[in-house]
């Protein structure tokens, strides 16, 4: 499956985002879907996961309660809603996929098999 997250931007301190990554290529609901971010230096960061319903989502503690993921997939779609945002949240967010069932390693990016190329998200303060 191929991934193309756009929505990223430049945004102050408390303003909002909202990522998206269309899939194409595979049929969409297969897989669960994720969001990771990266900043210079580190690795892939666990931000949000979404089950293949939709049903069944997973957030890192750092986001809990301001971000929320979401899927659409008769438009193949995954979002990223991202409210009340810190400087901290400054990275480069990815979507991945998941074909995998297994339930709990989900915020491992060695888990997913499929990314998307990024999306730079800076928040000034």
């Known amino acids: 499956v191929q991934l193309q997250a756009s929505g990223g931007g430049l945004v102050q301190a408390g303003g909002s985002l909202r990522l998206s990554c269309a899939a194409s290529?595979?049929?969409?609901?297969?897989?669960?879907m994720g969001w990771f971010r990266q900043t210079p230096g580190k690795g892939r960061e666990f931000v949000a996961r979404?089950?293949?319903?939709?049903?069944?989502?997973y957030y890192a503690d750092s986001v809990k309660g301001r971000f929320t993921i979401s899927r659409d997939n008769a438009k193949n779609t995954v979002y990223l809603q991202m409210n009340s945002l810190k400087p901290e949240d400054t990275a480069v967010y990815y979507c991945?996929?998941?074909?995998?069932?297994?339930?709990?390693?989900?915020?491992?990016?060695?888990?997913?098999?499929?990314w998307g190329q990024g999306t730079q998200v800076t928040v000034s303060s």
């Open positions: 991945a996929a998941d074909q995998s069932y297994t339930g709990d390693t989900y915020y491992l990016a060695t888990r997913y098999d499929y």
């Open positions: 290529g595979r049929t969409f609901s297969n897989y669960a």
């Open positions: 979404i089950s293949r319903s939709g049903i069944t989502t």
